[in-house]
């Protein structure tokens, strides 16, 4: 079976904390991780993407997320919070099967910034 | 940059009415797709197109049709809207290699009364 988890659909952390979105997959092939990002009202945006190369991956806004095969995790992180990150996240994984492209998302976890 | 306009950001239609939600993306892309988020639920697959004419179904596909007749544009079909599908419909598009993120619309906020 191939999915992904997001462990916590609700995350609070105070400004100027740290913030750690958990995300893991289970897949028998190599994956393609995402992480996007959703503000109230619109679409998603891409965070930022994993694809071959570095496993420590930088995004927009200051994100970034490590790919670590060894725990089938892809976890997003960001130094220090900031009131506009309170947003909705979503991790997703595509894979490449013999039935075509298979694009999977986490159920999101929503981030609350503490003032 | 990938542009994808979905026609409306609100609509509000009646029980029973035929609905059409349109999409459009400018990036030649090949795939596209029709979700519906609802709290707590994530999003959920409703339709995929890989080519002009071409549909699949997704997880959830019962009371809706879709239509591809271009690429660029591809619309999803409520036959008779119930109030179970208020919810806010999102729609995206990704190239052909794997490696590829999909590209998301604004969504529209679908309103069943």
């Known amino acids: 079976a191939q999915s992904v988890t997001q462990l916590g659909s609700h995350v609070s952390v105070s400004e100027g904390a740290l913030v750690l979105l958990r995300c893991n997959y289970s897949s028998s092939v190599p994956p393609y991780l995402f992480w996007y990002v959703q503000y109230p009202n619109q679409g998603l945006q891409l965070l930022l993407k994993?694809?071959?190369?570095?496993?420590l991956v930088k995004g927009i806004n200051g994100f970034e997320a490590e790919f670590k095969k060894s725990e089938t995790s892809f976890h997003l992180t960001k130094p220090s919070a900031h009131m506009s990150d309170a947003a909705e996240y979503f991790c997703a994984v595509t894979l490449f099967s013999n039935t075509g492209n298979q694009f999977y998302f986490g159920t999101g976890t929503s981030l609350t910034v503490i003032p | 940059d990938v542009k994808v306009t979905q026609s409306s950001r609100y609509l509000v239609k009646r029980t029973g009415e035929k609905v059409f939600l349109e999409c459009v993306q400018d990036?030649?892309?090949?795939?596209m797709f029709w979700y519906r988020q609802d709290p707590g639920l994530g999003l959920r697959l409703i339709y995929f197109?890989?080519?002009?004419?071409?549909?699949e179904k997704g997880d959830i596909p019962e009371g809706y049709s879709v239509s591809r007749e271009k690429k660029e544009r591809f619309s999803l079909i409520l036959e008779s809207a119930s109030t179970n599908q208020t919810s806010m419909y999102l729609c995206a598009t990704k190239g052909d290699l794997t490696n590829q993120p999909q590209h998301f619309g604004d969504g529209t906020r679908l309103s069943i009364l």
């Open positions: 990036m030649d892309h090949e795939n």
């Open positions: 994993y694809t071959t190369g570095a496993t």
């Open positions: 197109s890989y080519d002009v004419k071409m549909k």
